[in-house]
């Protein structure tokens, strides 16, 4: 079985671009959750939907972040505008309800 | 909300000697406690958990054990081998599927 698939694996870009990253999850999963990571705050939950509908998105840090996921096999995670305090470890992760979250590999973001 | 918290942040053993990681958390909701193993460039992934109905869980080498009314839980590696070396989180899972990490734990195997 595939597991949940995230693009780009690394992306680099100026402080001000735009950023999308995405994720697929694990087909069946109907919870889909966007993580960051870094060395000074560790594992972050940002936001995590439910059959589509975002539930709590508490973590996601400003008005710069968003995200969507407009159909049970597709989520972006949206920068706008990149700085260079965002440059983390994006990770997506899917599961079924009081299951286990399986991660993807993680998207590496470097904002110049 | 819930708090974890991970000791230690460094852990170094020879090969063969075991390994123990130690987490509290305090929400006493909390009924679902997952381990994960994270190696270098990849997402952490599943190695064991534990629900709050059961106080001990084994497979293999790898065993967790969880006390509720301490409120802590620990993973246990028994025989350790090089490629157990990584980066170990704990979690907690207060209710629904919202996951608390602990600060994580590297271990090195030394061959």
């Known amino acids: 079985d595939a597991g949940v698939i995230q693009s780009p694996r690394h992306e680099v870009t100026e402080m001000g671009q735009e950023v999308t990253l995405r994720c697929k999850p694990i087909?069946?999963?109907?919870?889909l959750f966007w993580y960051r990571q870094t060395m000074m705050r560790g594992l972050e939950l940002l936001i995590y939907?439910?059959?589509?509908?975002?539930?709590?998105d508490s973590g996601m840090p400003e008005d710069r972040f968003s995200a969507k996921m407009p159909n049970a096999s597709f989520s972006t995670l949206k920068i706008q505008p990149s700085e260079p305090r965002d440059s983390a470890v994006y990770f997506c992760?899917?599961?079924?309800?009081?299951?286990?979250?399986?991660f993807g590999d993680g998207t590496r973001l470097s904002i110049l | 909300g819930e708090n974890v918290e991970q000791h230690p942040s460094t852990l170094s053993v020879q090969e063969g000697d075991s390994a123990v990681i130690k987490c509290t958390y305090s929400?006493?909701?909390?009924?679902?406690f997952p381990w994960y193993k994270q190696e270098l460039g990849k997402g952490p992934q599943l190695i064991i958990d534990i629900r709050s109905n059961v106080g001990e869980k084994k497979d293999q080498r790898i065993a967790v054990t969880l006390n509720k009314t301490a409120k802590h839980f620990s993973l246990h590696i028994t025989e350790t081998q090089p490629e157990d070396s990584a980066v170990y989180f704990c979690?907690?899972?207060?209710?629904?599927?919202?996951?608390?990490f602990g600060a994580g734990t590297r271990l090195t195997v030394k061959p």
């Open positions: 939907f439910n059959n589509n509908v975002p539930i709590d």
């Open positions: 979690a907690a899972v207060d209710h629904g599927n919202d996951m608390r």
């Open positions: 992760a899917s599961s079924l309800v009081n299951q286990p979250q399986h």
């Open positions: 929400d006493s909701a909390s009924n679902y």
């Open positions: 087909s069946g999963h109907d919870y």
